[in-house]
């Protein structure tokens, strides 16, 4: 938990959403994912500051362009469904790849959907598997082989 968090949602300290907006604004400029994410969320739903998807799809790709796995899958989201950009499915999918590149076991599971569907990128079953694969060897286990959700 940050010290922006805790700002934000008066996690042991008073809510106050203007210094969470300046803690993650910090922790952004100085590289982090965490914060580019969490300053991108305050846009996306106008906590502490005016209203900008476009703003918040930024921040949520920088995120992603420096390997921060939840960014990409944020990004992924806004491209697929043209919240605060252009719609587009190609684009949408090369950010949730980034997002398994950089061993986020979320986005390998939408990739392998993606993969499956053919959305954004042409059908394949092979990758379908593979990328099942690397989401259950990264620890989502719904994408294992043998899962039983209810056991």
């Known amino acids: 938990m940050t010290l922006g968090y805790m ?10 959403h203007t210094r969470a907006f300046e803690l993650y604004s910090q922790l952004c400029e100085n590289g ?7 300053l991108g969320r305050l846009y996306e ?13 930024s ?23 043209g919240f605060g950009v252009e719609m ?21 599971s939408v990739v392998s959907y993606l993969y499956k569907t053919g959305i954004g990128v042409d059908k394949d079953p092979d990758k379908v598997k593979i990328y ?11 994408k294992c082989p043998g899962f039983k959700p209810f056991n």
Request: proline share 2%; net charge negative; with cysteine.
């Open 7 to 16: 700002y934000e949602y008066g996690r042991g300290v008073d809510h106050n």
């Open 32 to 38: 982090s994912g965490i914060g580019c994410v969490n």
């Open 45 to 57: 739903i106008a906590r502490g500051v005016e209203w900008d998807l476009t703003k918040a799809v």
């Open 59 to 81: 921040l949520y790709v920088e995120a992603c362009e420096g390997g921060y796995g939840p960014g990409c899958v944020e990004a992924g989201k806004k491209y697929g469904r």
């Open 88 to 108: 587009d499915k190609s684009i949408s999918f090369e950010y949730y790849k980034k997002g398994c590149d950089s061993l986020y076991p979320l986005s390998c």
């Open 132 to 142: 099942d694969q690397k989401a259950c060897s990264l620890g989502l286990e719904l």
